[in-house]
């Protein structure tokens, strides 16, 4: 029997290693990372995965040196006028998560732009978590629920998991199957906590932008290997 997999969770780590090995500004790795991110969304595509969640700028990456943060934007700025294109093309539906007043304007406008352009497209979805922390989404889901309980719109008796997760800048997307983090380190970065409460685990020592669809599959062909209990016996 295969476990089910319809949805996996990426933290892209490693850029910065991958760059300082190469004696290469911080921002070299950025770049690089973002043309892997086109490649894994087509493989993931391909591969059968009907979600792909991608952690690109965390709420905690502001505190990140001027130069690197306006080199992440810039970068952002050209994927978001030519690059995810190809991802368009590709029938790849394009969701942005996360805080979207901590970023600039001209950026907001393009990603809304982009969304509302795929919204009908079917073969994968995509999230891309930029200026995003789990904790500020989860306060963020209960100051909603707060204000709506308050002015009579829901009852306490109709808060369950499911009106929950509608809550949340997830909302429609399956939680994760599968969480995988690159470049060694094994942690969750405030990433997904509501979402990622039965998800299998891989972690790999590649740094992101050595990241490939081999390895995507490698991983893939593992996480079929687990038996997923739920907390069952
Ligand atoms: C973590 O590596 C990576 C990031 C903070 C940024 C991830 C961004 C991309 C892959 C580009 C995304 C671009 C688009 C267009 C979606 P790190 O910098 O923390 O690496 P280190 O731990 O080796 O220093």
């Known amino acids: 029997m295969t476990n089910k997999l319809e949805h996996i969770a990426v933290i892209m780590d490693g850029n910065g290693r991958w760059a300082a090995k190469r004696g290469l500004p911080r921002n070299a790795g950025h ?7 086109i490649e894994v969304a087509k493989a993931a595509k391909e591969l059968g995965v009907k979600f792909l969640t991608l952690y690109a700028f965390s709420t905690e990456n502001w505190k990140r ?5 306006d080199g992440l934007m810039n970068l952002l700025r050209e994927y978001l006028a030519k690059d995810f294109k190809e991802l368009k093309e590709n029938d790849v539906r394009i969701r942005f998560i996360g805080e979207r007043q901590m970023l ?4 907001v406008a393009k990603m809304e732009e982009l969304e509302k352009s795929t919204a009908q497209n079917k073969s994968l979805g995509l999230q891309i978590a930029l200026s995003y922390g789990s904790r500020q ?20 008796k109709d808060i369950d998991e499911q009106t929950f997760s509608a809550m949340l800048y997830t909302a429609g997307v ?4 599968l969480v995988i983090r690159t470049s060694g380190e094994q942690r969750i970065s405030n990433y997904l906590l509501w979402q990622i409460a039965y998800a299998e685990f891989f972690f790999t020592k590649t740094l992101w932008p050595d990241f490939n669809k081999n390895e995507l599959r490698e991983i893939i062909e593992n996480y079929q290997t687990r038996e997923r209990r739920y907390g069952k016996a």
């Open 174 to 177: 399956p939680d994760p199957d």
């Open 65 to 69: 040196s001027r130069e690197e943060v």
């Open 104 to 107: 600039a304007d001209d950026i």
């Open 137 to 156: 989404e989860i306060l963020h889901a209960v100051k909603q629920i707060a204000a709506e309980v308050k002015s009579g719109d829901i009852s306490l």
């Open 31 to 37: 770049k690089k990372g973002a043309e892997v991110v």
